[in-house]
């Protein structure tokens, strides 16, 4: 398949709680690299020296409380950090990290707060999704080594620690999907399809690679390739068969045996170079040979449109919308919803010092991490 165009690891300390929710509903990986520990090794979730300092105390100690007799006792908290590290392994290494136990003690209060209030249809449907997946979660990992009463003797925890938190962010998620209307799904559509955020295109193409897509080994120059790239526009330009070719000369395995071609495929997904060739290439030409980081491609864009909305893309806008309000809330609520707070907190960092040609009331650029 064509290389898609992957973006930077997120801080833990941004968009905490959507990756949490990603990471419960779809079994992906929660990035968590704190600006001071970027880059370090990843460690064992069962002999971290960080990983035993955490858990540390009394299991039956409260550490927080919040509003309406809430209380968080030092075992849950450990336990919902440890189902996080069986998930993620390499949260073992910030266990220690009060930046970082500050923004797994929100997501918890958030979590808790949010479920408590779903409705007995929300609780219902919910129930079915938390079936399946503890079902998928226990087939995955009692495939791993070890098998699943492994991995949780290894995190400290329970099956039922799992599915606590489980049922917690499908409780909190099909609250929050509850209260979006048809009509801020249909908002939130016009205004991202103004972006071109479901721009979609049937293109064909022929990739020239300088590398092999395997083993990521030298194939060619740059000089060499390009050369192999005009060659196979001239065999086109003259009426060559474009599947054939494709098959021949295509170093792109996700395309070359189906004729070189992604149909009515997300163009965002792509390189920035061919997205934009997608983008304004004229339909049914053959272009010039298109540089990438990848190669040359000799392209043939068949269509252009605007994916439709669709019950799929209805769901993924209301999920989209339901994740916003959820961050929201916990930003705004959350400090008026904690009573006390008993875990270490992190060091207040040093103001930045003013910029000389700087306005006094003129707000710091934005950080290219945060975006």
């Keep these: 398949m064509l290389p898609n165009d992957t973006s930077t690891q997120r801080r833990f300390s941004r968009k905490w709680i959507l990756s949490m929710v990603t990471l419960l509903l779809a079994f992906s990986v929660l990035s968590a690299c704190g600006s001071k520990k970027e880059g370090a090794a990843t460690a064992s979730p069962s002999t971290s020296p960080a990983a035993t300092a955490a858990t540390a105390g009394n299991p039956s100690d409260v550490i927080a409380t919040y509003k309406e007799g809430g209380k968080i006792t030092r075992g849950e908290f450990n336990s919902f950090i440890s189902v996080n590290k069986m998930f993620s392994p390499q949260l073992a290494q910030f266990m220690t990290d009060p930046a970082f136990q500050q923004d797994m003690l929100k ?30 979660i226990t087939d995955y ?39 979006i209307t048809d009509q801020a799904v249909q ?38 390739a390009l050369a192999r790239a005009k060659e196979v526009k001239g065999k086109l330009d003259k009426g060559g068969d474009f599947a054939a070719l494709a098959k021949e000369y295509s170093d792109d395995p996700g395309s070359k045996d189906n004729g070189g071609t992604y149909k009515d495929a997300d163009i965002n997904q792509w390189v920035p170079e061919f997205k934009q060739a ?10 010039d040979p298109v540089e990438s980081s990848f190669g040359y491609h000799v392209m043939k864009v068949e269509s ?3 994916k439709p909305l669709d019950d799929t893309l209805k769901t993924q806008i209301k999920s989209q919308l339901a994740e916003k309000s959820l961050s929201e ?21 040093p103001a930045p010092a003013a910029s000389p040609a700087a306005s006094p009331a003129a707000s710091p650029a934005a950080s290219p991490a945060a975006k």
């Design 107 to 136: 997501q918890m209060v958030t979590f808790r707060v949010l479920s408590a209030k779903a409705d007995d249809k929300v609780k219902a449907d919910a129930d079915k999704q938390v079936t399946e997946q503890m079902k998928a």
């Design 141 to 179: 990992f009692g495939k791993q080594e070890g098998g699943m009463d492994k991995q949780l003797k290894d995190n400290g925890i329970e099956l039922k620690d799992i599915e606590s938190l489980m049922k917690m962010s499908f409780y909190t998620m099909g609250s929050m999907e509850s209260k």
């Design 187 to 224: 908002d939130s559509y016009k205004e991202q399809a103004a972006t071109h955020a479901f721009d979609i295109a049937t293109v064909s193409h022929i990739l020239i690679s300088l590398k092999d897509a395997a083993t990521q080994k030298d194939l060619r120059t740059k000089d060499e």
């Design 278 to 287: 997608a983008s304004t290439l004229p339909l049914n030409t053959i272009s």
């Design 304 to 306: 252009r449109s605007t």
């Design 329 to 349: 809330f916990a930003e705004k609520e959350y400090p008026n919803l904690i009573q006390t707070n008993n875990l270490p907190k992190p060091e207040a960092s």
